[in-house]
């Protein structure tokens, strides 16, 4: 992975005791960290280990039971997030972050064309000028390797992997500083995977991006992350330095999960 | 020479919790210190930890005993208390390391993962790209490879392309895990003279090399691990 962009300034992200529950059922336990400019937060475990349940609670999807989330807006101030009224807190999803769903249909207009999937979230944040949304849209296309040729085809006819590219660039068109993602090679072919990572890595390199990546994937992790949150029933078994979690894990959970792969 | 890099009393255990918590002694108070221009040569049987310390240097494994300290410009780190972010910012701008093996990435070319230690530290990228293409080509990479990603490289091949990467930047500290193991003659040559090069630009330089030819040419000192071997301190 490529080494953050420094910034000395302040994190990006704080969660404090971020703690979810369903009913009675635990969802993600007491989960703290700090994120800073440039830097890729991966969040692994097993299926049903808490990862999709904190990602929605720190991009204000769900609302935690109990714990804080904070944010660096763009003037500095370091703001509670579910103290932000409806408008900031749309603004924010808006234009400083982005999503990227497993399922790009999640994250996609099907029925528009693949222009105006990225076009839209530009005239979002008040682009009006045509050519120049057309002209953006374009480039980004380009950029996530998808023929221009196809901007005025909808995704439906799209494979797996284009969607997925397709989403990608519908979230980094208007130039977020976050990028929240949930398995976001999960549903794609070995090759496909790898296509679609190492354009993520270049992308996130390239534009200082911070990122919170859920994966189970221990090899997207390595791929991507500089460093590592290892969940399993909702708790936080192990935190670290993605590399150091992986060559020389200290849980005994975090052993097993490595020694279970064939090599990463 | 200014002390680059200071290890105090560093020890290191594996704990096996899938053997039942077996506890593996790897090294024990290990004291070492590197200058400046200076370039050491881990030595001892194999197994005997000299890849695990250099892991701990650089933090890819942790050093839960002991001090670990880097002079960084005009400040000293603890790695082995150091934050993530604080290991990544060492690796970037001041600890440089050849592993033993590379690890190649999915699509990325030769030329761009030698190239990459430069781009992280601000150098524009065609200027990158064209000293990376320099140091493949010392290293005698063949030119039609270095658009290829190395995953299917020989074993020399691979090694060349990591040299070249862990060469290619100023890192005022570079680790070196056997980076000649693979390499003919002429190759290993040409990592002698890199090294000297790196010496006389005032680097300072920890090495595993097993070439005794290699090694009296670029060695200044050589610590025998057997001193610091867990059993014997146990
Ligand atoms: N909407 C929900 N209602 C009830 N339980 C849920 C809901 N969503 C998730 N859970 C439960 O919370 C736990 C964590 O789930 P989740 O965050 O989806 O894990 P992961 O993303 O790691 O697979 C699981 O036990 C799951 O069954
Ligand atoms: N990540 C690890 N987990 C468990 N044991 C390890 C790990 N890395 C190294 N070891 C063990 O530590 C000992 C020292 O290994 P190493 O540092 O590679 O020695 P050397 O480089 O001197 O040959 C060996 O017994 C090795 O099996
Ligand atoms: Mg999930
Ligand atoms: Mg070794």
């Not at chain 1, 068109?173 to 549903?187: A, C, K, S, Y």
């Not at chain 1, 496909?192 to 189970?216: I, K, M, N, P, Y």
């Not at chain 2, 560093?10 to 070492?32: C, I, R, T, W, Y």
Request: with cysteine; charged share 25%.
């Amino acid at each position: 992975m490529n080494l953050p962009v420094f910034d000395d300034g302040a994190p990006l992200l704080r969660a404090s005791g971020v703690t979810r529950y369903y009913g009675t059922r635990i969802g993600c336990t007491d989960v703290s960290f700090e994120l800073w400019p440039g830097e890729v937060l991966a969040v692994v475990g097993e299926s049903g280990s808490g990862k999709t349940t904190l990602l929605n609670c720190l991009s204000t999807r769900l609302v935690p039971t109990s714990g804080v989330v904070e944010y660096r807006m763009r003037d500095g101030a370091m703001r509670d997030l579910f103290q932000l009224n409806e408008a900031e807190r749309r603004l924010l999803m808006r234009t400083d972050w982005g999503f990227v769903h497993q399922n790009p249909a999640d994250g996609l207009r099907m029925t528009v064309s693949a222009g105006a999937n990225v076009g839209e979230r530009l005239m979002a944040v008040g682009a009006r000028n045509y050519g120049a949304i057309r002209g953006e849209a374009e480039s980004w296309l380009d950029k996530v390797e998808i023929d221009t040729g196809r901007i005025d085809d909808d995704p439906r006819g799209f494979s797996g992997g284009m969607r997925q590219r397709l989403q990608i660039a519908r979230n980094l068109v208007t130039g977020p500083r976050l990028i929240f993602m949930d398995e976001p090679t999960g549903g794609l072919d070995v090759s496909v995977q790898a296509r679609l990572l190492d354009l993520l890595r270049q992308l996130v390199g390239e534009f200082g991006l911070s990122a919170v990546v859920v994966t189970h994937d221990l090899a997207v992790a390595r791929l991507l992350s500089h460093r590592m949150i290892v969940m399993r029933g909702g708790n936080v078994i192990e935190t670290g330095l993605t590399d150091q979690v992986l060559d020389d894990p200290r849980a005994p959970y975090t052993q097993l999960l490595v020694s279970s792969i064939l090599q990463v | 020479m200014p002390t680059r890099l200071c290890l105090n009393g560093v020890s290191k255990n594996f704990v096996m919790h899938l053997q039942g918590g077996a506890v593996l002694p790897v090294v024990a108070e290990v004291e070492l210190a590197v200058a400046a221009g200076e370039c050491v040569v881990l030595g001892g049987r194999s197994g005997i930890g000299k890849s695990s310390v250099l892991k701990m240097i650089y933090g890819n494994y942790r050093c839960e005993e002991g001090q670990i300290l880097i002079t960084d410009g005009d400040r000293i780190v603890n790695v082995a208390t150091a934050s993530p972010r604080e290991i990544l910012a060492l690796r970037k701008e001041t600890i440089g390391y050849v592993s033993q093996f590379l690890r190649a990435i999915p699509r990325v070319s030769a030329r761009d993962i030698v190239a990459e230690p430069l781009i992280e530290r601000g150098v524009e990228r065609d200027d990158a790209v064209s000293r990376a293409e320099d140091m493949l080509a010392r290293l005698n990479v063949p030119e039609k490879l270095w658009g290829l990603p190395p995953a299917t490289f020989s074993g020399g091949e691979q090694q060349r392309v990591n040299i070249a990467r862990g060469f290619i930047a100023d890192f005022p500290i570079l680790l070196l895990d056997e980076p000649t193991a693979s390499l003919d003659a002429a190759n290993r040559a040409v990592v002698v003279d890199l090294v000297k090069e790196k010496k006389a630009s005032g680097a300072a330089l920890l090495g595993i090399l097993h070439d005794a030819d290699v090694r009296e040419r670029i060695a200044d000192r050589v610590i025998d691990m057997e001193a610091f071997a867990a059993e014997k301190a146990a």
